[in-house]
């Protein structure tokens, strides 16, 4: 006799090898034919069937019928960029985006160095933006002799949240030979640049092959009980290293896993050689033209507002940028570009828009290209992205933690502070948008990115929840390569990824804002989604399905 629950149900996982599953009792999300859908029928992994229980009932009568209880079902998530293994080991390891000064992230570094007896300490998410400064001090990183005082001649690795900057211990930074002659190095504070790669290189070597084994698999099954599916890996020489990059081949997990290699190409022969080296699904993602606001190394054109003597740091040549896109366009290869300041975005168009003469801008979007988070695009830099059919992999929840007119953005930026992350703007000219977290820097929780895109801290740059969800869902498959217009969608023929949820109420949009934003009428004939206001609970997810498998399910 199968499962059920304290009240007789069945669970809505149990499928007991029926080939054909009948979903019923809740409501699903599919298409405005079907807005009020309450059933759906799977069969070998694929959705055959949207409509009403009792056309359901009729259509498939020997199913496996499973109750929803009243559940809401909606196409899974797609996380496109991803650092698997530093989320696992924040998920498992220490944590430091708790801290709120200084001496509370070195007695968190403390209380673990007590607790765990480790090679490396490796530790991420401090931010030393958002301390307290009622004390002096207490707003400031720590320093490598903190650090030293109190793990004395341990190996410590601190990421700041960005993971574009570290601070080390001595015990680290006397294993990376030469480090004092890299560009970014000081003896005390946290290194940034290419001296903070050599050592975060160093501190990559030191974790174990079990180690990372149990951290990336900790951080998938992470992503799959928030709704994910799928997630991009944005790997690269100075991210993770090969060895890290190249294990994620070998991880067998229900959430698909796609590999991004940021390493520069300059000729299509070296498109193909990074490719067999690495195994890599596609160049670029990571690819650093610059680093991040946060630890003052994104590329702007002028100096920032709280340190005038520096306009961060520019990884990449102009030349490099062209002569990469032009090798992985040739190669029809999708390429992407790490670009946060506008000086980065500059480059990156500028290159686009010679290739879009040179090559033809069909060329360009037949390879889907990808600019990972392009926070200070411009309008003209949009309409040059939009024409060459590029997708913008971007991370609302950056703005949820540091936009607004008082935080971080603010303080590196000034009035530039407000106008990054404009996804109104972006979509108005027509480029692609795919939502993501960035994880380890802000949490895989699709629901709330929703809610950061649709609720920007600037109101001018928000889009609309259900732009926003598509975003999450069928851009993230999009920005992955996969373009067939029923991935990422649940409608008949589309593969049967979805997930379950408890939710409080659906709502749908309305059909003017002078109106509402917000409406419940059914003339609408838009399929409703959660509320994803400030102030609504989220929907807490129970079950995950990744091509008709569940990958997992809520005790």
């Known amino acids: ?104 992230c070195l007695r968190m570094l403390a209380e673990y160095l007590s607790e765990h007896d480790e090679d490396l300490v490796w530790g991420l998410g401090w931010d030393a933006s958002a301390w307290s400064s009622d004390e002096p001090g207490q707003d400031s990183p720590p320093t490598t002799s903190d650090i030293d005082a109190v793990a004395g001649g341990r190996a410590v690795y601190l990421a700041r949240i960005d993971e574009h900057s570290a601070a080390a211990s001595s015990g680290l930074r006397r294993l990376v030979p030469g480090l004092e002659s890299e560009h970014g190095y000081s003896p005390e504070q946290p290194l940034v640049a290419d001296a903070h790669h050599r050592v975060r290189t160093t501190a990559r070597n030191l974790i174990g092959a079990t180690a990372r084994r149990r951290a990336q698999l900790r951080a998938l099954d992470h992503a799959a009980a928030r709704g994910v599916v799928a997630v991009h890996e944005n790997g690269g020489p100075d991210i993770s290293g090969l060895d890290d990059f190249r294990s994620l081949a070998d991880l067998d997990h229900g959430v698909g ?133 590029a997708v913008a992999s971007m991370q609302p929840l950056f703005d949820a933690a540091w936009g607004g007119t008082e935080d971080l953005y603010a303080t590196r930026l000034g009035d530039r502070g407000t106008g990054l992350n404009d996804f109104a703007m972006l979509a108005k000219a027509g480029v692609s948008l795919a939502f993501s977290s960035d994880s380890p820097v802000c949490d895989i929780d699709p629901w709330s990115t929703v809610r950061a895109a649709a609720h920007h801290r600037t109101a001018s740059s928000s889009i609309s929840p259900r732009a926003a969800f598509a975003a999450c869902t069928r851009g993230g498959w999009r920005a992955g390569g996969v373009n067939d217009g029923l991935t990422g969608t649940l409608v008949p023929g589309a593969p049967a990824h979805y997930a379950v949820w408890e939710v409080d109420e659906l709502v749908v949009a309305a059909a003017t804002e002078n109106v509402q934003r917000w409406s419940t009428d059914p003339r609408s004939r838009v399929p409703a989604l959660p509320d994803v206001a400030p102030g609504a609970r989220l929907p807490e997810c129970v079950e995950t399905v990744a091509g008709g498998r569940t990958i997992f399910r809520r005790a």
Do not use: K
């Open 1 to 104: 006799m199968a499962n059920r629950d304290r009240r007789g149900r069945r669970p809505v996982w149990e499928n007991d090898g029926v080939t054909t599953q009948l979903l019923l009792g809740g409501m699903v999300y599919s298409s405005p034919a079907v807005p009020d859908a309450t059933a759906m029928a799977v069969t070998d992994g694929t959705v055959v069937w949207v409509g009403t229980d009792d056309v359901g009932r009729a259509l498939h009568p020997d199913a496996h019928v499973i109750d929803l209880q009243g559940r809401f079902v909606s196409p899974a998530f797609v996380d496109c960029h991803v650092h698997l293994t530093d989320t696992g080991i924040a998920l498992g390891g220490l944590n430091l985006s708790g801290a709120g000064s200084r001496s509370e």
């Open 257 to 389: 896993v796609r590999r991004y290699w940021g390493e520069a190409a300059s000729s299509v022969d070296e498109v193909r050689h990074i490719l067999d080296r690495t195994g890599a699904d596609a160049i670029g993602g990571d690819l650093f033209v610059d680093g991040a606001l946060g630890s003052h190394t994104a590329w702007l054109c002028e100096p920032y507002s709280d340190w005038s003597s520096t306009s961060g740091v520019s990884y990449l040549s102009e030349q490099v940028i062209l002569d990469h896109l032009r090798a992985t366009t040739e190669a029809r290869v999708q390429a992407g570009f790490h670009m946060i300041g506008d000086a980065a975005a500059a480059a990156v168009a500028q290159a686009m828009e010679v290739l879009a003469a040179e090559l033809g801008t069909p060329a360009l979007a037949r390879c889907v290209h990808r600019l990972e988070h392009a926070e200070m695009v411009t309008r003209a830099q949009a309409e040059i992205f939009a024409r060459c059919g």
